[in-house]
């Protein structure tokens, strides 16, 4: 398998069922291995990881990267904070991000990640459970 990342500021402020995706292309299963989340404002708030079964109207793209420049094509899509709601299933994780600039938390998933299947509309999101939401960095770590 190969490794690819992508990660950026979020420019909408994510919600309860809204935020950054990470999506499937059919056909294509992924491996979730990493996902950090940090803070761009004083303001605590709390993040949570979610498998998504409807992903909503995905947000703008993010430019995703290989790690070995001789990877095959990326077949995964890394998206910003979607325009309307997923359906989302219960969180893998869930964190409270303390109210300075900088404070997160880095999450990893063994050797071989959180599996997500190649079928249509299907993926990982990052979203905000409860109180407000903030905005935050954050970034995707996976295999194809």
């Known amino acids: 398998m190969r490794g690819y990342a992508a990660g950026r500021t979020v420019t909408t402020t994510p919600g309860a069922t809204a935020g950054p995706q990470l999506e499937a ?17 004083t303001t605590a708030f709390v993040v949570s990881l979610n498998r998504y079964t409807v992903g909503g109207t995905a947000g703008a793209a993010i430019t995703e990267v290989m790690e070995d420049d001789t990877a095959t094509p990326i077949l995964t899509v890394a998206t910003g904070v979607n ?10 994780t869930q964190a409270s991000i303390g109210a300075a600039i900088g404070a997160g938390v880095i999450w990893t998933f063994g050797s071989k990640g959180l599996r997500c ?3 249509t509309d299907a993926g990982f999101t990052l979203i905000v459970p409860t109180g407000t939401g903030q905005h935050f960095d954050f970034y995707w770590v996976w295999e194809e």
């Open 25 to 41: 292309s059919t056909g294509h299963p992924f491996y979730l291995v990493e996902c950090g989340v940090f803070n761009t404002t």
């Open 83 to 92: 325009s309307t709601a997923s359906t989302v299933g219960g969180p893998f």
């Open 117 to 119: 299947p190649g079928t």
